[in-house]
């Protein structure tokens, strides 16, 4: 569902070479990226710095701007990973290293100028230029989730397939992850949410990049009866039993099931310091029974919409629990 992508500071050198039009065309590709992907920068920050100094040499316009305020945005939600290491030797160009690393990294696309010698394509990678971008593959897949997020029936993907496609490029370097589901709680962990929140929890300890770093927290409903305790104890279980995620602080919230206007939403989504993902049925979205996908619609939302959707459901909170 998210994509990373380096884009090469020359890219907006030629755009400014070449005129007005180049550089509405940066911006709309930047505006493309802006949706659903992660931009790959080096991790000293040069990348950062080589933008800012070029940009200087923009005309101070509105489009300008733009760029800047978009650049900004991406920071400031931490969707500039710096995955990338430099030859500080200079034996190699920032180029050669991108090129190297892009596989590890892992990239999605590299977005260049024309004309320049080129390493060896990497391997699964796509290379593409300003002029040739709208052209590319992949645009063609990144557009589509845009606009329609993806729609899944009972059985389309595996469960790992499920889970790496949705969720590995949007939480694989997340400091934070929210869980929010008030139904997971309410039906005391039951069925097909302890299944799936078994898998997930599984999976994530082989993705995260920096586990030790990460905190997991779960908001749920107020469980029936004597639930809560139950919950605590299953979802402790659990974690613990993923030896990946042994040293990752990991919480759950319980919000009140009695007035509606301080209950969670009904709305089930993934929320982390970088996006969010609204998923549609929520945390029993994978089938015990057959080891695949239930039916399910996981589309974008809002980061900042999300925060404060949870923020407003405060005043219904209970409890915390270490897990």
């Not at 400031?76 to 290293?97: E, I, M, V």
């Not at 305790?229 to 299953?234: A, G, H, K, L, Y």
Request: proline share 3%; hydrophobic share 40%.
């Amino acid at each position: 569902m998210y994509f990373y992508v380096f884009l090469e500071p020359k890219v907006f050198e030629e755009a400014l070479a070449d005129g007005e039009d180049a550089m509405q065309s940066v911006s709309g590709i930047l505006e493309c990226f802006r949706q659903n992907c992660f931009l790959a920068v080096f991790e000293d920050g040069r990348w950062d710095s080589n933008i800012k100094e070029v940009l200087k040499d923009w005309p101070a316009t509105n489009l300008r701007m733009r760029i800047t305020k978009m650049l900004v945005h991406l920071k400031k939600q931490n969707r500039f990973l710096h995955c990338l290491r430099p030859d500080y030797g200079g034996a190699k160009s920032d180029l050669d290293c991108v090129f190297d690393q892009a596989v590890a990294a892992p990239l999605d696309l590299l977005l260049v100028v024309a004309g320049d010698d080129k390493p060896p394509k990497p391997g699964g990678v796509e290379i593409g230029t300003r002029r040739t971008y709208y052209d590319l593959a992949f645009e063609e897949t990144r557009s589509a989730l845009a606009v329609y997020g993806k729609t899944c029936s009972p059985g389309d993907m595996k469960e790992t397939e499920f889970l790496e496609f949705h969720f590995t490029k949007a939480l694989m370097f997340a400091r934070e992850i929210h869980i929010c589901d008030r139904v997971c709680g309410k039906k005391n962990l039951s069925d097909n949410f302890r299944y799936t929140i078994k898998r997930f929890i599984v999976w994530l300890g082989a993705t995260l990049a920096q586990p030790l770093t990460c905190k997991i927290v779960f908001h749920l409903g107020k469980p029936i009866g004597y639930g809560m305790d139950f919950v605590i104890e299953e979802l402790r279980s659990i974690k613990n039993s993923c030896r990946a995620l042994s040293g990752t602080a990991a919480e759950v919230h319980f919000y009140n099931e009695v007035s509606k206007e301080l209950n969670l939403p009904h709305q089930r989504f993934i929320l982390t310091d970088q996006i969010a993902l609204n998923v549609d049925r929520g945390l029993d979205f994978l089938d015990k029974s057959t080891h695949c996908c239930r039916d399910t619609y996981v589309n974008y939302q809002n980061a900042e919409e999300a925060r404060r959707l949870l923020d407003s459901c405060s005043s219904g909170y209970i409890s915390s629990h270490m897990i």
